[in-house]
């Protein structure tokens, strides 16, 4: 669990949980984001590709280290 706040935006505080569950010798990585208002969900969403482009390196990281 892990307090952001986001650049040029420090009232957007939110709160984000990261969840990892394996099943199968699978291992799945849950982000869950809680923001202070439905405005600045909103902002965050608009640099969702970003994140996106994150977890998918996230990702291909995990696959090279097996």
Excluded: W
Excluded at 11 to 25: F, I, M
Excluded at 29 to 36: G, S
């Amino acid at each position: 669990m892990s307090t952001e706040i986001f650049d040029g935006m420090p009232d957007a505080e939110a709160v984000s949980t990261v969840t990892l569950t394996e099943k199968d010798g699978r291992t799945t990585l849950t982000l869950l984001v809680q923001h202070t208002s439905e405005d600045n969900r909103d902002r965050h969403l608009q640099y969702g590709d970003s994140l996106r482009a994150a977890m998918d390196r996230l990702e291909q990281a995990a696959i090279a280290a097996r």
